[in-house]
Each structure stands twice: as C-alpha cells, then as structure tokens.
C-alpha cells in the first residue's frame, strides 16, 4: 500500500498549491487513469462553496480522513499522508471543488466507511488495528473498481475513488510529498536525456 498507482499508497499553503496543482493534478490523472474530480475548480482557482449548502467537516471527520489517507499511503522511512494534513486537504477540495453531487457521494462514504468497520470488526476505524484498517480498505477498492466498469456515466464516482485521489493530489502536492518523497529539485539545472536509474528510485519533482 505504497506506491502512487496501486497504493491504498503541514496542509498545502496557498503558495505551494498554486505552485504546484497544476503539475499534481496532471500527474495523478495519469496515475487514477482519468480525470482528477474536482480538478477543473482547482485549476480555475473557482470555488463552487457558495452554489452549495452543505454541514461543515466535523474535527472528528478530519481524524478520520487523516487516518484513512494514513493507510493509504502510510509512513515508512519518510512520513506518511497524516503527516502532510491529508485530512485539512481532502476538507478543503471537498468544500472547495466538489460539487453537491460530488460532495454528497463523498459524505455519505465516510458513513459507510465507519458502518461497514463496525459491523466487520465491531469497533471504529480509528479503533481498529493498521491490520483491520488495511484489509478494510483493501476491500473498497476492490468495490471501486467493480463500480467504476458498471456505474452510469451521470453517476458520482465511488466515494474511495474519490477518497483514493485526494490522498494521492494532497500527499505529492505538500511539502513532504515534493521534498521527501520525490527527488526535489527547487532550481533545475541543464537537461539531461540519459539519467542512471534503478528500480526504487524515486521521481523527481522540480
């Protein structure tokens, strides 16, 4: 659980999102095989916050959300997703650029979520074992990708596809994500086409 593509794998400032979202947004569409949701709000810099009236993200919602993109993309010899504030992000976007559709179909997931981990091991996520949580999201994923083949074209993604990105947009777009888990460059210097490469090293981001 993690490498960007297969992985379940301080919040971004204002100055590194712009920075950087449009570089992130490309390559985790690339990664997810499609459109990032919510991308072309946050490409605009537009907000659809005030076409919608929705609760706001409980701190408890925010625990959850940090814990979930934890698991997806968990600390190993660099910090995790919980590290970068995954969960301050994924609020953000959800508020921000989802729209009522989207932000419903996100909503109603985190229930789900906290449903089907109380019914499969009788406590809360944030209750259960690294081992629990993985294997729980595991499943979900195995579900997203049985409703992405089968859902209609006007239909929200599945709440983990949406769940999945925004780890993945929030963790390679933060500080930890650009300076320690890719190779940082902040000045690239001249080009070089032919660079020595061995499997595990990671990309670079500059």
Known sequence: MSTPSDSLSSPVGPSALTMSRREAVRRIALLMGGAVIGSEMLLRGQSVAGNKVTPMFS???RALLDEIGETILPATDIPGAKAAGIGAFMVMMVTDC???QEDAAFRD???KIARACR???GK???ESSPAQRTELLTALDAERQAHAKSKAADAPPHYFQMLKELTILGYYSSEIGCTQALRYV???GAFHGDVP???GDRAWFG
Do not use: R
Request: proline share 5%; glycine share 4%; net charge neutral.
């Open 119 to 121: 019914a499969k091991f």
């Open 59 to 61: 701190d408890a919602d």
């Open 124 to 126: 809360t996520f944030l």
């Open 197 to 199: 490469y061995k499997k």
């Open 109 to 111: 997931g985190l229930v």
């Open 98 to 100: 989802f729209n009522a």
């Open 186 to 188: 902040e000045v690239p």
